[in-house]
Each structure stands twice: as C-alpha cells, then as structure tokens.
C-alpha cells in the first residue's frame, strides 16, 4: 500500500513538473489596419516571448498582468531569469541569437540549411515552426508556415488588394477581412475571427473606424486575439 502512494506520488509530481514547463502559443495582436503585430508564445514563469509574422523575435520578458488584467497594449518587464546566447562556437547563423529563456530552449535554422530558412527560428521549446519558401507566392513567403501542429495561412497576391498577405488562418481559426470595396473606414480591417463578426463606424458616423459590434479580445480555439483600432 505505501509502496503504491510512492509511485502515485511520484507520477502526480512528474505530471505537475511536465505540465508547468511548457509552450503555448498564448496570444495574436493585430492592428487596425488588419497587420499581424505580434504572435505571442507563453513560456513558464509567466514569461513571454513575441514574434513578428516573419519568425522574427522582437522582445520577451515577464509578463506582470498575467492572472490579473488584460496586457492590451503587450508591454513586457526585463526578464531576470536565466538567459543564454549561441557563441563564436555555433553555427554562423546562430552566432550572438538567444539560446534560452529560463530553461525554454530556442533553436534556429543553421547556414547549412535552406538559404530562406538560415537564421530564422527553428523551435521554441516542444514547439517547432517552419516558414513559405522563397519559390511560394511573394505576399507571404518568407512568413511562418506552420507553428507546431498548427498550419498558418495568409491571403496571396492575386487576392483582393485590401487583403494580400494578411493573415487567413491558424489550424481551424478563419480569418476575414473587410475588401477594397467597402467603406473606406474599415476597409482592409478585421471581419471575422472564426465565429465572431466585428462592425465598424463608417466614414459617414461619429468614431469612423473605431470598433462598432464585437469585442476587442475573443478567445478562438485556444489563442487569445487581441485587435487594436491602430
């Protein structure tokens, strides 16, 4: 019977070790004008990592409203933690790049890799990312392709003018646009995030552009989208 507990326990402990060190994608901002801003991965400790459409990593730190409010506007604290960078000793391409955050691991494609990949990053802990190539259509080549299971699409160059590498979808989540031909207030802004629909104020209404009907935060599918009227 004590024998038992002890294997109980021991796998409740491992269970809980595993599950507080992870990555997830936490959330997506995106601007007034319908532009992806940041793709935001959650590390452990309430640390954030942000991305740019391209793969790019444009800040991380602690994030200190996590549990409390909503960071709208993503601002970050200095992280204190443990971070650690690629040296003279690695790879060309991966020379003086982050290497850890805290005890998330971040790897990058090498010199030796595609020419349109080498650099760009390769994983985020458990979470891999890969990118459109440099053959693929030229309104998203060079974005990120899939981040882990998650496919991510983005409208191509012989779509409507308004949408043209936007974003279009990440696993089941569609996103739409308002198109050239609307009112020139919201033209090119955000539609719809899966089920949810946005209106805006036209060029005729007081607060033209702003955000009329829906919410400037919806939770679709696991990621958090967040939408600014800038």
């Given at each position: 019977?004590?024998f038992?507990?002890?294997?109980i326990?021991?796998?409740?402990?491992?269970?809980?070790?595993?599950?507080?060190?992870?990555?997830?994608?936490?959330k997506?901002t995106?601007?007034?004008?319908?532009?992806?801003?940041?793709?935001?991965?959650?590390?452990?400790g309430n640390v954030?990592?942000?991305?740019?459409?391209?793969?790019?990593?444009?800040?991380?730190?602690?994030?200190?409203y996590?549990?409390?409010?909503e960071?709208?506007?993503?601002k970050?604290?200095?992280?204190a933690?443990?971070i650690?960078?690629?040296?003279?000793?690695?790879?060309?391409a991966?020379?003086?790049?982050v290497k850890?955050?805290g005890?998330?691991?971040?790897?990058?494609?090498?010199?030796?890799?595609?020419?349109?990949?080498?650099?760009?990053?390769?994983?985020?802990?458990?979470?891999?990312?890969?990118?459109?190539?440099?053959?693929?259509?030229?309104?998203?080549r060079?974005?990120?392709k899939?981040l882990?299971?998650?496919?991510?699409?983005w409208?191509a160059?012989?779509?409507?003018?308004?949408?043209r590498?936007?974003?279009?979808?990440?696993?089941?989540?569609?996103?739409t646009?308002y198109?050239s031909?609307?009112?020139?207030?919201f033209?090119g802004?955000?539609?719809?995030?899966?089920?949810?629909?946005i209106?805006?104020?036209?060029?005729?209404e007081?607060?033209?552009?702003?955000?009329?009907?829906?919410?400037?935060?919806?939770?679709?599918?696991?990621?958090?989208y967040?939408?600014r009227?800038?």
């Amino acid at each position: 019977m004590i024998f038992m507990k002890k294997i109980i326990f021991t796998l409740a402990a491992t269970f809980i070790f595993l599950t507080g060190f992870s990555q997830s994608i936490s959330k997506i901002t995106i601007t007034g004008s319908g532009l992806v801003d940041i793709i935001a991965f959650g590390l452990d400790g309430n640390v954030q990592v942000y991305l740019t459409k391209d793969g790019n990593i444009s800040k991380w730190g602690f994030d200190r409203y996590i549990g409390f409010q909503e960071n709208y506007e993503g601002k970050l604290d200095p992280y204190a933690g443990r971070i650690e960078y690629y040296t003279q000793n690695d790879d060309e391409a991966l020379r003086g790049k982050v290497k850890y955050i805290g005890r998330t691991l971040l790897t990058y494609y090498a010199s030796y890799e595609n020419e349109a990949l080498k650099g760009k990053l390769k994983a985020i802990g458990t979470i891999s990312l890969d990118y459109y190539l440099s053959y693929e259509d030229a309104a998203y080549r060079g974005n990120i392709k899939t981040l882990g299971r998650q496919s991510v699409t983005w409208y191509a160059s012989y779509e409507n003018a308004d949408l043209r590498g936007k974003l279009k979808g990440i696993g089941p989540t569609a996103i739409t646009y308002y198109g050239s031909f609307e009112d020139k207030a919201f033209r090119g802004k955000i539609k719809s995030i899966d089920r949810f629909t946005i209106t805006y104020y036209s060029s005729f209404e007081q607060y033209s552009g702003s955000i009329k009907s829906g919410s400037t935060i919806l939770n679709a599918n696991g990621i958090k989208y967040y939408l600014r009227n800038y």
